[in-house]
């Protein structure tokens, strides 16, 4: 399952928590929500819950201290 998310155009990791629900990083500015909804119906899987965060406060720090935020 991991390996076909991470393959998805724009997702740039995956990443399994401890209580099994794995997230996918995009890469800055692509939404890959259309493409993991695709896969999942195309393989026939039943996720519990899929959801999409606003940011995470890694990638706030990460523009803040690229001087990005301007």
């Given at each position: 399952d991991m390996e076909?998310?991470?393959?998805?155009?724009g997702v740039q990791a995956v990443e399994k928590g401890?209580?099994?629900a794995l997230?996918?990083?995009p890469e800055p500015g692509?939404?890959?929500?259309p493409?993991?909804?695709?896969?999942v119906q195309q393989?026939?899987?039943e996720p519990d819950e899929?959801?999409?965060?606003a940011g995470?406060?890694?990638e706030v720090f990460r523009h803040l201290t690229r001087g990005e935020h301007q």
């Open positions: 076909l998310l991470a393959e998805l155009p401890l209580d099994g997230t996918l990083v692509q939404a890959v929500f493409a993991v909804s695709a896969l393989q026939g899987w899929m959801t999409i965060e995470r406060l890694d």
